[in-house]
């Protein structure tokens, strides 16, 4: 297993790592919309935040070595389906791969934030 590190997407807020390499795949802990070079969480709108999640989604993968295209599968979480079309509005400007994806509403998500969004990468 390898780990994966970079000061471009959020720092882990638990005992978790942002990434990890393992065999021919990458599995990236969930992101949520903190802005990595002040460690806020800016973005007000469902599509503010999905923008930040998938750019904070970007750097990890870009620290891998890979990029969207590798991405075999998302789960997403939202705290309102209400959101779940604007969500997508933004989510398939980057996921353009269509990877397999599974989305849920959740009570609650850290820092109260509206959206997050985990990946595994093919990288082989």
């Known amino acids: 297993m390898e780990y994966i590190k ?6 882990a ?7 990890i390499k393992a065999g021919d795949f990458l599995y990236a ?3 949520i919309p903190i802005n990595p070079a002040n ?13 930040q999640v998938c750019r904070n989604i970007g750097e990890i993968l870009k620290a ?19 959101d779940f079309a604007a969500f997508n509005a933004v989510y ?3 996921f353009t791969g ?3 994806r599974s989305c ?12 997050e969004v985990e990946i595994i990468a093919f990288l082989g």
């Open 6 to 11: 970079t000061d471009k997407a959020p720092q």
């Open 13 to 19: 807020i638990g005992p978790y790592s942002q990434a």
């Open 29 to 31: 802990s969930g992101q």
């Open 39 to 51: 460690g806020q969480i800016e973005a007000v709108t469902i599509e503010e935040q999905t923008e």
């Open 64 to 82: 891998a070595g890979t990029g969207f295209e590798h991405v075999v599968k998302t789960t997403c979480f939202l705290a309102e389906m209400g």
């Open 92 to 94: 398939e400007k980057y």
């Open 98 to 100: 269509k990877p397999a």
């Open 104 to 115: 849920v509403a959740v009570k609650k998500l850290p820092k109260d934030v509206l959206c």
